[in-house]
């Protein structure tokens, strides 16, 4: 599996997702997220021509609330992506390798006003908080009344949801470049590179889309790269709204998250058995528990705080940390090593199996949530990790975040936009995921899947940040630290 456009070596596996089709993937941009040797400007994606469309003034609003500007946000000089990947580079040089990139309708402020010519650019402007964009007026602009960047800034993703699009199951559609006659509102043409370079979408393959308009008898949905398909060709999903849990002041570890379905409350007797004591733990749900246990016959109980109640051990997922950190400190004690890493020493631990994930600040954990890791489990000896649908084991620095991005698997499968994408292991990401909500499971085609709400939280709280602006950033060691994720059985 690989990530579309020119992230694949980044992000590129998408057998790392699961759709409820068990259809999942990958896809990417033109490097690696390690460091390399400066690279050259990245060939234009082969997209079809861009033709006028259409969209209805009256069409509907995404289903996530959305406080991100629906015009271009002015606030003093700034540079407008017009287009998928408008590449930051370290040097006024399209020869160098890209550090960050913006998004169609993004923006980002501008260090100075002044152009500066390079190498396969004539105006490389300055941006916040380092880095170059070249200007070309086709990729990019700095005027805020640009006609392309009005029409298409209403449809850019909303970044600051949790739920950047709305989605839905394709059943088989063409992908339409151009409405018929007498749709109500038309685009001005728009950059090719704007779309990916597809003329359908398969069967079990998803669709993000922004908006829908009605032309006649037939409906279309507007997808993220700006091509119409019929919205009787794609089944929407439901909003996926299971979240983890932050940690901090009373809430602490341990605490027991229960996946599946709903589980048996269980009360104990003065003879030291435990029965159910009528109520259920919701499926999804939490709760924090003591840390006492007591054995009756074959099952363990755990004592949950603040009442006179028991879960059975094998009924919940109970995190179980590693007791040091990376660098040898106690977990949860004062870390007097002197091996501290630099930054915020973030670190994230995972549990292929366990189906839970800690992230950790220093030796305090910060947050706890169910995920969903490859439905093959863990490596299988001589086997690749694609063929098995297996998720990789081992300590990796997070080396590429990505705000959206599709993923692609072999025979033209996709998983379109996937947000909050944080790749750790060649084709293998820490993502959201918005096709399934079976937390705790094995699901994926590999990757590490999470809750959009926890993506988006995870995304924003690991290192290295993404700037203002910026849809993607690139780890380059020299730069700063990196979280490390550390992944087991």
Known sequence: MRLAARLAPLLCALG????????????????????????????????????????????????????????????????????????????????????GFLWTGGSVRLRSETPQPGPGCNNFYAVEPQGYVC???ERATIDPNDPVLRAITPYAPRVDTPWPHSYGESTGTPRLF?????????????????REDRRQVRPRSTVAYSTETTVGDKTYLLTADFAWVSKDKVT????????????????????????????????????GSFAPNGEKFARLSHVFLTGRREKHGDDEYLEVSGGERWVKASDAVVPEPRPTTPWGAPVGGEDTTGKTPQGRATWIE??????????????????????????????????????????????????????????????????????WAQNFHGPHALHGAYWHDDWGNLKSGGCVNVSPIDGKYLFEWTEPAVPPGWHGVRWLPWQGPATTFIVHK
């Open 16 to 99: 790392c997702a699961q759709s409820r089709a068990d259809v999942g993937k990958t896809s990417g941009s033109e490097t690696s997220a390690r460091p390399r040797p400066a690279l050259s400007q990245a060939p234009a994606a082969a997209a079809p021509a861009a033709a006028s469309a259409a969209v209805s003034a009256s069409a509907a609003a995404p289903a996530a609330a959305s406080s991100a500007p629906r015009t271009p946000l002015v606030d003093g000089p700034r540079v407008y992506a017009k287009t998928r990947h408008v590449w930051i580079r370290p040097e006024p040089s399209a020869e160098e390798q890209w550090i």
């Open 135 to 137: 200007v070309d007026g």
């Open 178 to 194: 151009r409405l018929p006659e007498g749709a109500p509102l038309t685009f001005p043409t728009l950059p090719r590179t704007i």
């Open 236 to 271: 929407p999903y439901p909003q996926i709204t299971f979240q983890g849990v932050k940690l901090g002041g009373e809430a602490q570890l341990p605490i027991a998250l229960f996946r599946g379905k709903d589980r048996d409350q269980y009360r104990r007797a003065d003879d």
């Open 350 to 419: 995972a549990s292929i199996r366990g189906g839970w994930l800690v992230a950790f600040e220093g030796t305090r954990a910060v947050f706890v949530t169910l995920i969903s890791a490859g439905r093959g489990g863990e490596p299988q000896p001589g086997r690749d990790l694609i063929e098995t649908a297996s998720t990789p084991v081992g300590s990796y620095p997070i080396t590429g975040k990505f705000a959206t991005a599709t993923m692609e698997a072999p025979g033209e499968y996709i998983h379109a936009d996937v947000p």
